[in-house]
């Protein structure tokens, strides 16, 4: 069936309508319900969302979720865009994606421009500087004038960077640019400090090694990993929710994280929330 699609805006809410249909609001709840497709913005981070550059071809954790919360759910995923993570509140609220299917990390910030859901697995991140770095005893001395903090724009790095170490100074690299580059531009001395994940350092020391270790025991900030969608799709996000619990509670989760993660400690997973069951 060939829908012909409608988008109004009224008092800066979007709506959707199938063709003969009336308006109606949560526009990619309507169009995913109507279609079975459901549009998928992304990021290309490693192990979230990898992309082989010879083929093309994706793979990943979170591709593995989404394309199983598609096959429970009897959608067809589409991943039609890569959006920088700065701007993938303004391509679900345009309606250039159903979702951003991606692994998220939810903050306050992005709360304003984006709903979340459920989590999969929770991401501690940690602070890094160069080996032999002797001026730094702590974690807190980090935020000093001194001091130079690679960062993401429009990233987490970002608001980390604001709000704990707002004395640091920020070292922007573009939206787009891998978190790899985090631990280049620490390396080759462009910055001394970074805080990301255990997963991405570890890849960056298996061709890097002994070039950057990490400062501290304790993580600096522990994030969920979720996937978003619009602010007001509330059914979009139940349906997706009650997918990715399924997923979690069948072991379909934790058989995709066994497949990507062979770093110890480098996430955390999520419990059951349920008890111990004897029979």
Known sequence: VVLSLLVVILAGQAYFRPEGGAVVAEPAYARVSQTNVLRCGYFSWDPGIIINPNT?????????????????????????EEVPLGEFPAALSHQRIDAFCSAMWPTGARARGADFVTPIYYLPLYAYVRAGEKRFASVAELNQPTVRMAILEGGVTQTIQQLQFPEADPVDLPQLTSPAEL????????????????????????KNPDKVVQLGTDPVRVFPNVMAVAIGEDKLRRLLDHGTRELLLNGEIDTILKRYIDVPNAVLPVTAGYGSVTR
């Open 56 to 80: 093309g071809e994706m793979s990943g954790i979170f591709y593995d979720y989404v394309m199983a919360l598609g096959r429970l759910l009897n959608l067809k995923i589409e991943w039609v």
């Open 183 to 206: 631990f280049v531009t620490l390396a080759l001395g462009k910055a001394d400090a970074v805080i990301y994940d255990r997963l991405t350092q570890a890849k960056f020391a298996r």
